[in-house]
Structure formats: structure tokens, C-alpha cells
């Protein structure tokens, strides 16, 4: 670990009496198998969830898909990166698709390579993520976000356009999946469960943020109203199906999974979102628990960065910057009984292979490691 381990100012993420807006404008440049064909579809329609089966928005640039090319960068803090991170063991692209790991803590400027010997990523060799964004735009003046993917040769970012990175996992990476992957679009370019992953993300991924930076009692009162009634239609829905798209795996639930397991140790009192925690909506909490447990899923969470990303880096919510003890994470490897509901998590595929040594959670930073 770099010796300088305090940060430096942090950000402001609330906007007296507004309410929450995400900026949602990524570098849109793509990682593709045959760059030449993907340039010649049609550029996608407006979305804030991604696409499958369409070309490049305007002005974005298709890269060529190389093993060894590209590292990702997926703080284990950040619920957007853990996706890419649940998704890249999912389809076992360890070997093609390096990972480097920021600490939990950044600063206003940027995520920092501080867990990392000497303070520097071992193969980008730098400090900060911010230095790639300026290697390919000097001065980016947005936010230096993670996860992003950086081309290891020049040192450039690629892109950050986290929700379309997933999906370009399961679709533009599939040369190099491992034998019995699973297919998190469900054989069909994510048509099906478009609705709910775009009801998931506005309604509760970004539900959660719009109570937690709310800018004023109004703004928070509706932002608490649209997360619940969403939370309870999920409730609902889990009542009676295994998983959110029937009886395995896909895509919608690790968007989901990322956010309900920041819940109670996080959202529930840092943001504000106390209505129950999730331990008290007895479906919600079964499926969460049975996909923590399943491998892919659990072993990529690490709960003391969550919770010191939160606490400490939103200083304009919590300015003492102590991080609390609680919640007892035990119950989740409590049996989750979601087996009478029929079907298989991976369908005819099969589980991931224990993490690599390298990759693995600290210690006592989770329940499926002791300390």
C-alpha cells in the first residue's frame, strides 16, 4: 500500500434543493470482435442501459478485441464496477481481460492505485486513474469513473460506458468465454428483460443515489416513494420466480444483486432508504443471499471497501468520516431456500472455478472469508 493513504479534498455529490440527476454521458468507444461490421449497423437508440445488435453512438471509435490488450479497472467498492467484475468471472475472461484494483477511497480528482505496491497498478504503472483519461483526452473534464478499460500499449482509456460493458462482454467477447459460461442474455440479445433491467436501473440502482444526494426534503420524499414501490414489485415478483428473468442467471441479476447487497450495510442508513432493511422483505432477501452464495457472485464483494467508499468518501453526507461497525453479515450464508422454486442458477451451463489466488477477497473483509 502507497504510504500516502489520506486523501486528498473530496468531491460534493449533493446540490442544495435539487433533485439527484446522474450524468450519464461515458465514452461510448467500443471493444468488438469485427470492428469493420459493428461500424456498419445502425447507432443505437437512447439508452442509459445499454444495447445489444447496434453499431456506435456518434462520434465513438471501434476497438479490435485482443487477449492481453486491456485492463480492466473495477474498484470492488464502486456496485457499477462489481458488475463488470461478477460478469468477467462469470464467463471466466481472467486470462484475456487483466484487472486492476483501486483502493476504496478516492479524492476529488481521481480513484488511486493505492492498495497496489508502491502506490502503482503493476502493469499501467501509474497512481491514478486519471492519468489514462488524460492520455487520450488532456484535461477530461468529466468524472474519472470506474469501471473503465484501458488500452495497456498506449495507456489510453478506452471507455467507461459501464452498462454497455457487460453486455460486450457476453456478446462481443464470446471467442473467449470458458466451457459451460452461462448466457446472461438468454439467447436473446437482451430483448426479453430490457424493461426490467431499465425499471432496475432508474427505479433502484439510481434510486437509491436520488435519496441519498437529494438536495432537499422534497426531492427525498419522492426519491423514497419511486424506490419503494419499486423495491415491492420486486418483492413480488421474486415471490414466484427464482431469479428476475425465471429459472437462471442473466444479466438483470447481477444489476440487481450489486445494488441489494450495498443495502443494508450502506444505503439503508448512509442514503437514508429505511423504510426495512433488506433482511426484513423475506423474498428480496432469499435471492440476494442465494446469489451471494453462488460463485461469481458472493467472491466478488468486499465489504469493508464498500462501507469505507461510502462513509468516507461522501463527506458532504457524512462528515466525520467514521465508517460503522454494523450490520452483522453472518445471515448471509444462511440457507436461502429458493430451490423450490424450481431451475438451475447457471442452466446447462456451469459455475466459475474457485478465484484465483491473486483476485481474492481479503480476510475477514466478507463472510465467505474468515478472518
Keep these: 500500500m502507497s504510504g500516502n493513504t489520506e486523501p486528498g479534498p473530496m468531491g460534493s455529490y449533493i446540490t442544495g434543493g435539487e433533485a439527484y440527476e446522474r450524468d450519464t454521458q461515458y465514452i461510448e468507444d467500443r471493444i468488438v470482435a469485427d470492428p469493420e461490421a459493428v461500424r456498419a449497423l445502425p447507432a443505437p437508440p437512447p439508452s442509459k ?33 462489481n458488475r463488470t467484475l461478477i460478469v468477467r468471472r462469470l464467463l471466466g475472461l481472467e486470462d484475456v481481460l487483466s484487472l486492476g ?5 478516492h479524492d476529488a480528482r ?22 489514462h483519461y488524460f492520455t487520450r483526452f488532456p484535461g477530461y473534464p468529466r468524472g474519472i469513473t470506474v469501471p473503465a478499460i484501458v488500452d495497456v500499449p498506449s495507456g489510453a482509456v478506452v471507455t467507461n460506458d459501464y452498462p454497455q460493458i457487460t453486455l460486450d462482454l457476453s456478446t462481443q467477447w464470446r471467442e473467449f468465454h470458458r466451457d459451460g459460461a452461462p448466457d446472461l442474455l438468454l439467447g436473446d440479445g437482451f430483448a426479453q428483460m430490457r424493461p426490467v433491467v431499465e425499471r432496475v436501473f432508474t427505479e433502484v440502482n439510481n434510486g437509491v443515489y436520488r435519496c441519498g444526494f437529494a438536495g432537499s426534503q422534497e426531492a427525498y420524499d419522492a426519491a423514497y416513494a419511486r424506490l419503494w414501490e419499486a423495491l415491492d414489485w420486486l418483492e413480488e415478483r421474486l415471490a414466484t420466480q427464482r431469479f428476475l428473468m425465471g429459472g437462471t442467471i442473466s444479466e438483470a441479476d447481477v444489476r440487481l444483486f450489486t445494488t441489494l447487497v450495498r443495502f443494508d450495510p450502506v444505503y439503508h442508513g448512509h442514503f437514508k432508504t429505511n423504510r426495512n432493511r433488506l433482511t426484513e422483505m423475506p423474498h428480496l432477501w432469499a435471492y440476494a443471499r442465494e446469489l451471494f452464495q453462488t460463485p461469481g457472485f458472493g467472491d466478488t464483494v468486499d465489504f469493508v471497501q464498500i462501507k469505507r467508499h461510502y462513509y468516507e468518501t461522501h463527506t458532504d453526507i457524512n462528515p466525520t468520516r467514521i465508517v460503522p461497525a454494523g450490520p452483522d453479515l453472518a445471515g448471509w450464508l444462511e440457507p436461502h431456500g429458493r430451490e423450490r422454486l424450481g431451475g438451475e442458477p447457471f442452466g446447462d451451463g456451469t459455475p466459475p472455478p474457485p478465484v484465483r489466488a491473486e483476485e481474492r477477497i481479503a480476510p475477514g473483509h466478507s463472510p465467505l472469508i474468515a478472518g
Design 110 to 131: 481521481s480513484w488511486t492505485f493505492d492498495l497496489d505496491p508502491d502506490g502503482r497498478d503493476p502493469v499501467l504503472g501509474s497512481e491514478r486513474l486519471q492519468e
Design 101 to 105: 484494483r483501486p483502493g476504496p477511497v
Design 49 to 81: 442501459i445499454g444495447a445489444v445488435g447496434y453499431g456506435l453512438t456518434p462520434g465513438a471509435q471501434a476497438w479490435p478485441v485482443e487477449p492481453g490488450r486491456y485492463r480492466l479497472v473495477a474498484a470492488a467498492a464502486c456496485p457499477w464496477a
